[in-house]
C-alpha cells in the first residue's frame, strides 16, 4: 500500500476523478438551463377549470399551468384559507398562466387543487400570440372581415388564412417603415448636419441653400409617397378580426393586425408539436424583442454580441501581440521590463467594472468628445461619438482581455526554440523578417489560444458594457443600408445584459423566468460557437507548423 501511494498513482485517480466530476457538473448545468430554456417553446396543453373558493364562490378559469409546488396546509389556514374536508398535511397549487392581461389583470396566478371542481381540455381552446398585452386564450366564435361577420363551416382555416394575411401585411409595412422611409430620414438628417457645417465653416452660400433645398425637397417628395404606401398597408392589416369568447364567457373582438398566430395545443399531435416547437424557436432567435424584452425574439442582442466580440478581436489581437513580441523579442531584461510583466498581469485581475468606469471616461468622453468636436461640430451639443457605442465598448474590452493575449503569446514566443531564430539570421535574414515569416506563424497558436480566452471573457461581460454602450432596446443595428454601412457609434443589445434585464428589471418576473434560461443557453451556444471556430483555426495552424518545432 505505501508503494502504491508514493507511487503518485492515488493522485492521477484523484486528479482524474475531480475532471470527471466538473465535465459532469458542467454538462449538468448546461443541461438545465437547456431543459428550462427550451421547454419554454413547447406547446403546453390549456386547460379549463371550475374553480370553487372556500367562501363558496364558483367561477372559471381558463390558463396554462407553469408550476406546482406542495404547500403545508398549515401555513395556508394561518393566511385565512379554510378546507372543507380537510386535505391533508400539505396541499398542491399551481401557477397558472391566465393571459387575457387588459380583462384579467395579472398574467399569473395561484390555484389551489382543493378549489378545482372540474377540470378540462377542450380541443377548440385557443392561444392567440399577440404584439402587445400577451396571450389570449379564448374559444374562437367568427371571423369579421371588413366589418362584415362571416359565416362559414371551416373557421379554423379561415382564420388561419387571415391571420397570415395580416401577418404578411404588418412584415410589408415594418420593412418599408425601417428600409425606406428610414434611409429617407437618415438622408434628411445629413442634409441638416451637411447645411449646418457649411453654416459654422462661413461657406452657406444661396446656391448651396438652393441645391440642398431642392434634394430636400426630392426626398420629401418620396417620403410622402412611402408614408401614403405605408398607411395603406396598416389600414389593410386592420382590415379583419376575430371574434374569441374568453373565461368570463363574454364575446371579445381582437384585430388580427395584433395577432401573430393561433395554435390549438389540446388538438396537436406529436408531429405539429414538434413543427411548432421548431417554430417558436426560430422565431425567438430572428424576431426582434416585444413587451419590454419579455416576449418576442432577441437577434439584436446575438447580432450585437457577435459583432462587438469580433471587433473586440480585431482591435486585441495586433496590439497584444505586438506588446508581447516587445516583451519578449526586443526589451532587455531589467526592473522595468519586469515591472511591465508584472503589470499586465496584476491588469487581469482588476474588475471588469473598472474599467468600464475607465472607458466612459477616457474613450467615451474624453477621446469620443475630442472627435466630435474635431470631426462634427455640425452635430453638436447632440454627440455622435461622445456617447457610448458599439467602438467604445469593443475598446474596454480590448484593454481588459489584452492580458490574457499577452501572457498567451509570450508563452507561446517562449517555446520557439532560439535555434530557428538563430537559422533564419545566418541564412541572411533580419530580425524583422524572421519575426514576421519564421516566429509569428510557429507562435500563432498560442496567439489563437489567447483570442479564444479573451473571446470568452469579453462574450460574457455585461458590468462594463452597461457604461459604454449596451443599451435594453436599440432601434437600429449598427450595420444597415445607409452610408458608411457600419455605425460604430450607435448603441447595441447585448445577450448578458438582456439576461439581466429579463430577470432582474422585467415587469413581470414569472412571464420572464423561462426567457433567461432560454437566453443564457443562447449565450453559451455563442459563446461555444465562436470558440470552437477560433478552437479549429489553431488547430489548424498547429499542424501546419508542427515540424517546423522539432
Given amino acids: 500500500m505505501g508503494k502504491w501511494f508514493k507511487s503518485g498513482s492515488p493522485w492521477i485517480w484523484m486528479t482524474g476523478g475531480a475532471v470527471s466530476l466538473s465535465l459532469i457538473a458542467v454538462l449538468g448545468l448546461l443541461l438545465l438551463i437547456a431543459w428550462r430554456g427550451l421547454s419554454y417553446f413547447w406547446p403546453a396543453e390549456i386547460y379549463q377549470w371550475q374553480l370553487r373558493d372556500s367562501s363558496g364562490v364558483e367561477s372559471t378559469l381558463i390558463g396554462q399551468i407553469y408550476d406546482q409546488e406542495q404547500v403545508p396546509t398549515a401555513r395556508l389556514e394561518s393566511a385565512g384559507f379554510h378546507f372543507n374536508p380537510y386535505p391533508g398535511e400539505f396541499v398542491t397549487r399551481y401557477l397558472v398562466k391566465t393571459g387575457n392581461r387588459e380583462y384579467v389583470g395579472l398574467d399569473f396566478r395561484w390555484v389551489l387543487a382543493t378549489d378545482i ?6 380541443a377548440d381552446l385557443a392561444v392567440f400570440e399577440r404584439t402587445k398585452n400577451g396571450n389570449f386564450y379564448g374559444y374562437p366564435v367568427a371571423v369579421i372581415e371588413a366589418g362584415k361577420r362571416l359565416e362559414t363551416g371551416n373557421l379554423t382555416q379561415t382564420l388561419a388564412e387571415h391571420i397570415e394575411r395580416a401577418v404578411s401585411l404588418n ?17 434628411l438628417e445629413r442634409l441638416r448636419l451637411k447645411e449646418r457645417r457649411y453654416e459654422l465653416d462661413g461657406e452657406l452660400t444661396d446656391t448651396r441653400k438652393t441645391e440642398l433645398q431642392l434634394q430636400r425637397d426630392a426626398l420629401n417628395a418620396d417620403y410622402q409617397v412611402l408614408e401614403k404606401e405605408l398607411f395603406e398597408l396598416r389600414e389593410a392589416a386592420g382590415r379583419d378580426a376575430v371574434v374569441v369568447r374568453d373565461m368570463r364567457g363574454e364575446e371579445v373582438t381582437l384585430n388580427l393586425s395584433q395577432i401573430l398566430d393561433v395554435t390549438y395545443p ?41 459583432f462587438m466580440v469580433l471587433l473586440m478581436a480585431i482591435i486585441v489581437t495586433p496590439f497584444g501581440v505586438i506588446a508581447a513580441i516587445y516583451l519578449h523579442e526586443y526589451a532587455k531584461k531589467g526592473p522595468v521590463t519586469k515591472m511591465i510583466r508584472i503589470a499586465v498581469i496584476n491588469l487581469a485581475g482588476v474588475p471588469s467594472i473598472v474599467y ?27 454627440p455622435t461619438f461622445g456617447s457610448p457605442g458599439v467602438i467604445w465598448s469593443a475598446l474596454t474590452l480590448a484593454i ?6 499577452i501572457v498567451s503569446t509570450e508563452e507561446g514566443l517562449s517555446r520557439i526554440p532560439s535555434a530557428v531564430r538563430q537559422g533564419s539570421l545566418a541564412l541572411g535574414a533580419t530580425k524583422a523578417e524572421t519575426l514576421w515569416r519564421i516566429v509569428i506563424p510557429m507562435a500563432s497558436p498560442a496567439i489563437m489560444t489567447g483570442l479564444i480566452l479573451a473571446v470568452a471573457r469579453a462574450a460574457g461581460e455585461v458590468a462594463p458594457l452597461m457604461l459604454v454602450g449596451v443599451v435594453k432596446l436599440a432601434p437600429t443595428l449598427p450595420i444597415d443600408m445607409n452610408f458608411p454601412f457600419v455605425h460604430l457609434e450607435r448603441k447595441f443589445m447585448h445577450l448578458g445584459f438582456h439576461i439581466y434585464d429579463v430577470g432582474f428589471q422585467s415587469p413581470n418576473v414569472e412571464a420572464a423566468r423561462p426567457l433567461v434560461y432560454a437566453t443564457s443557453f443562447l449565450l453559451v451556444t455563442v459563446i461555444v460557437t465562436l470558440n470552437l471556430t477560433a478552437i479549429s483555426v489553431r488547430n489548424h495552424l498547429r499542424e501546419k507548423f508542427r515540424a517546423l518545432e522539432h
Fill in 400 to 405: 481588459l482581455t489584452l492580458p490574457v493575449v
Fill in 266 to 306: 389540446n388538438d396537436m399531435g406529436l408531429m405539429a408539436k414538434i413543427g411548432h416547437w421548431f417554430k417558436s424557436v426560430g422565431g425567438f432567435i430572428m424576431d426582434d424583442p416585444r413587451e419590454a424584452n419579455t416576449e418576442g425574439g432577441v437577434f439584436p442582442a446575438i447580432f450585437g454580441t457577435v
Fill in 356 to 382: 468600464g468606469v475607465f472607458g466612459l471616461g477616457f474613450f467615451v468622453y474624453m477621446l469620443g468628445g475630442s472627435l466630435d468636436q474635431l470631426f462634427y461640430p455640425e452635430a453638436l451639443p447632440s
Fill in 171 to 187: 412584415a410589408d409595412a415594418m420593412t418599408l417603415q425601417k428600409q425606406d422611409i428610414g434611409a429617407i430620414n437618415y438622408q
Fill in 117 to 122: 371542481v372540474e377540470q378540462s381540455k377542450p
